[in-house]
């Protein structure tokens, strides 16, 4: 079998035999999986509605899996994107707040706020593993319940006892009134487009500069890369901060787009622990991340249109859709098959 | 150069008139293809019954895909295997594993912190009452290791024991599954002189008990020192089997290359001029504080090269490592040109004109995941012309890269094949590349023909001479005795972190360092023991 002909087919078993597992969990469980999945089809691209709330939802998971991907290239394993995107979420909605600036100073300058506080939040750990050799996972995970409870108490602060903040100034908004219209009123925001131009800017800096290569040999091999003169300090903690700006530019799109504005939150997000796996779905590399987030968001916001159309609790629905996204990610499986298939064929002949 | 057919001709003829032989294993005409690529072509290699039976080919010659082959891990796509006579499917290793084929590895398959029992009966655990019994099993690892003299104690911790001590659990792993037939994947390439003795006994001892013994190797004086037959490969063709007590290393090396190889590389006498490395009292401690290089002088000059003999861990490491600024110096000076690079990054010391060879090319010389092209710009990739403003131009560095795989002649499909596919003569070829084509003053080679073939080795050679003779300082580290004679103009024996003499290869001899590196200081009364008690000295 050709190599194009198994990466075409791969991802497509994978995703209908997770179908195929899905509908027998929900056959089981008494529910018609024709309905359930119909639902979860018009959950997705009903109508320019819901495909505009798709896109919305993809747009963070973007981001979010773009700085997984880029401490992953670098050798480190950042799970603290989540805290880094509640940091960056509030600041982002702070700047929208506290001043009204022209819309081309602080709509930037709001993002911008996001992309440090999530930098800075990438830094601490970046900067324990560097000097210290403390390990990130570590790090980060509590750096994650910090983010969390910290905001939570600023928000109390800012908004005098309240649990959210005020709406931001329109200046600061990345809601456009051209794509609200364009999909029936949703709430997609030019966000999207800014992951879009992330996704470059990673792929820039991984395939184009002298930091990427860096990055990428002490990812690879930090002996070999101190040998040919490479700070490898200097990189680790320059991926780690890299990698929370673009967690941070997450957390403003549901500031800036998504919300408009920052309320306390009782637990976490999910967003930065799913670009996780968005980012291992996209092996590691942008054009990866915008499939993997595609899955996610599209799937994420689809689901919830299954309890409404199709009266299938949320309780299963989430067991389907994470049975789906675990059969494409073990897409590996599916290949070995596939190869173990085409020798038992060659030695038939 | 007519004479290798004729010569493989003569000693197939020998074979032939004897069809009454016995053979424990028979590949014949194997053929193995990766894609376009033909790894084994025609290959047919007979082992007899007791005899220790050499495979011998360079680097990527297709000496491990062939044994790949036997031991299940490839299909072949032709040919066929007998075992004791009857042809047989190898689909995987435990087939390969009940017809009794065990195998050596190069690279020990040893759990680090488990005694060596549990090593051996690591996967087929005996159970008592569904208890591990590592008594029963201990006791039989005991008895094997007494037959066959391996002297091992099967309680030892893996990691508390020598590497030629854990050669021999990877043998007694072997032993113990029922293998009749071994097979030595390059077992000398880690051992110390001395193991490599005892490693022969045991081959021997082996053989004498009754086992076949297939030894794959490119070292020549091994495979004339213990081996019955020789099937030599190149370039994937089997070449022919030859006996080795009717034929010479040289007439091996002309086989295996395919050409006339020299064993001392020419070369003429040095012009040594000014001063290039100039170390001064050098301390280097290790990462537990102790002292391993202590007061250390030496200088290197244009025009030469000085090579430091001794015994491994003696201070060789940490010294290079001060030198290139990847260790912390203690006290003391290093000066490169006359300029004082002491405590400088090592990006620094390379931009003052050092050149690295790196002692271990995995760990250090290489990132294997990289294309071979983005190593060979390891260096170079932040520089004009291959990047401006922090933009890389990935076309200059394959431009590069192509122009050192020719240069260098390093067998590779493509500046865009991945450093891990290349075999390690070729992997040496493009770290060496890398440096030398960024033409340094001073150029520190450690252990730069460690595991190469004698093509490879003569190559490399007769580039540190050419750096040499083009006015180029070139400090050579090595273990091999042979090599510090032949290459070196002046020898400077380390022990102890010590330089303790400074000889000339032409008046010195192998003995005469082999003191020197045990710790005899004062190369006077050493000369004086040496002439009488010559034999006792030379094993």
Redesign the interface.
């Known amino acids: 079998m050709s190599n194009r002909a198994t990466n075409i087919l791969v991802p497509l078993i994978s995703v209908i035999l997770g179908l195929l597992v899905g509908a027998i969990i929900m056959l089981v469980s008494g529910y018609n999986p024709i309905r359930g999945y119909t639902a979860l089809w018009n959950g997705i691209f009903g109508d320019l509605y819901t495909i505009g709330e798709t896109l919305r939802q993809i747009t963070p998971y973007l981001l979010a899996g773009l700085a997984v991907a880029f401490a992953f290239r670098s050798g480190l394993f950042n799970i603290g994107v989540e805290g880094q995107l509640i940091v960056g979420w509030f600041a982002a909605a702070y700047v929208g707040v506290a001043v009204e600036l022209p819309k081309i100073i602080h709509l930037p300058l709001a993002i911008l706020a996001a992309a440090v506080a999530g930098a800075l939040w990438g830094f601490v750990p970046g900067l324990l593993k560097a000097k210290f050799r403390v390990h990130e996972v570590i790090v980060t995970i509590m750096m994650n319940y910090i983010a969390l409870h910290v905001t939570n108490a600023l928000i109390k602060t800012v908004s005098g006892g309240g649990d959210r903040t005020e709406l931001i100034f329109t200046s600061a908004s990345l809601r456009s009134e051209f794509l609200q219209n364009l999909t029936e009123f949703s709430r997609l925001h030019y966000g999207i487009l800014l992951a879009l131009v992330m996704v470059g800017v990673m792929w820039l800096i991984l395939e184009k500069t002298t930091l990427g290569f860096e990055l990428k040999a002490v990812g690879f091999n930090q002996n070999a890369s101190e040998y040919a003169g490479m700070n490898v300090n200097k990189n680790i903690i320059l991926a780690m901060v890299i990698s929370g700006a673009f967690a941070g530019m997450a957390g403003a799109m549901e500031a800036l787009g998504t919300f408009e504005y920052v309320s306390s939150k009782g637990g976490f997000t999910g967003i930065g622990f799913d670009g996780i796996a968005v980012a291992l779905l996209g092996m590691n590399t942008p054009i990866g991340v915008i499939f993997g987030a595609t899955l996610f968001g599209s799937l994420k916001y689809g689901a919830l249109n299954m309890p409404n159309e199709a009266q299938i609790p949320m309780e299963i629905v989430e067991i389907v859709i994470a049975v789906i996204i675990f059969f494409v990610a073990s897409g590996y499986v599916i290949r070995l098959f596939l190869l173990r298939a085409a020798n038992k064929k060659k030695e038939v002949k | 150069m007519e004479t290798f057919p004729v010569l493989i001709k003569k000693n197939l003829a020998v074979f032939e008139g004897v069809k009454t032989v016995e053979y424990v294993v028979e590949m014949l005409n194997i053929r193995k293809e990766f894609g376009n690529f033909v790894a084994n072509d025609n290959i047919t290699l007979q082992l007899k019954k007791g005899e220790i039976h050499a495979l011998l080919g360079e680097n990527g010659a297709g000496k491990s895909t062939l044994m790949n082959v036997l031991f299940g891990l490839y299909q072949p796509e032709g040919g066929e295997i007998r075992v004791r006579g009857k042809k047989v499917d190898i689909t995987n290793p435990n087939i390969a594993n009940d017809l009794g084929i065990g195998m050596v590895h190069q690279h020990f398959m040893l759990v680090e912190n488990f005694s060596v029992t549990e090593n051996i009966i690591l996967g087929s655990e005996p159970t008592k009452l569904g208890v591990t019994n590592k008594k029963d099993a201990a006791q039989k690892v005991q008895a094997l290791s007494e037959q066959y003299g391996l002297n091992v104690d099967p309680y030892a911790i893996i990691e508390d024991i020598s590497v030629g001590m854990q050669q021999r659990v990877e043998i007694l792993k072997t032993l113990y599954r029922g293998a009749e037939i071994l097979i030595f994947d390059e077992p000398t390439a880690s051992l110390t002189p001395q193991e490599i003795i005892e490693l022969t006994q045991i081959m021997k001892r082996l053989v004498a008990e009754g086992k076949s013994i297939i030894l794959i190797t490119h070292k020549l004086k091994e495979i004339m020192d213990i081996s019955d037959r020789v099937t030599v490969i190149r370039k994937g063709e089997g070449i022919g089997t030859v006996v080795t007590s009717e034929t010479n290393p040289s007439e091996l090396a002309s086989l295996m290359v395919g050409r006339q190889v020299e064993f001392t590389t020419e070369k003429g006498p040095a012009f040594p001029k000014d001063e290039v490395l100039d170390i001064h009292n050098l301390v280097v401690e290790d990462y537990r504080g102790v002292e391993k290089v202590k007061n250390l002088n030496l200088n290197v000059r244009k025009g030469e090269i000085v090579g430091i003999a001794g015994i491994d861990g003696n201070g060789q490491s940490e010294l290079i490592e001060a030198i290139?600024g990847?260790r912390k110096v203690k006290s003391g000076t290093i000066r490169i040109n006359e300029k004082d690079v002491t405590g400088l990054?090592?990006?620094?010391v390379?931009e003052s004109g050092v050149g690295?060879i790196?002692q271990d090319r995995h760990?250090?010389?290489?990132?294997?995941?990289?294309p071979i092209g983005?190593n060979i710009a390891?260096?170079t990739?932040?520089k004009s012309p291959i990047?401006k403003n922090?933009?890389?131009d990935?076309d200059k560095i394959n431009e590069k890269a192509k122009q050192v795989i020719a240069d260098f002649d390093v067998r590779t499909q493509g500046p865009h094949e991945p450093a891990r596919a290349l075999s390690g003569g070729n992997q040496q070829k493009a770290i060496i590349g890398r440096e030398v084509d960024r033409d340094p003053d001073l150029l520190i080679a450690a252990l730069p023909t460690r595991g190469l073939d004698v093509g490879a080795i003569e190559f490399i050679h007769s580039r540190l001479i050419e750096q040499r003779d083009n006015g180029k300082a070139v400090l050579l580290i090595s273990f091999e005795l042979d090599e510090v004679m032949n290459v070196s103009d002046r020898i400077a024996v380390i022990h102890d972190g010590e330089i303790v003499d400074i000889v000339t290869p032409e008046t010195t001899t192998e003995q005469e360092l082999g003191l020197l590196m045990a710790g005899h200081k004062n190369g006077a009364g050493v000369k004086g023991v040496d002439k009488e008690g010559e034999d006792q000295h030379v094993e």
Do not use: A, E, N
């Open positions: 290139t990847l990054k090592p990006r620094k390379t690295h790196p760990k250090h010389g290489l990132v294997l995941d990289f983005h390891l260096q990739y932040y990047s922090g933009i890389i990935y």
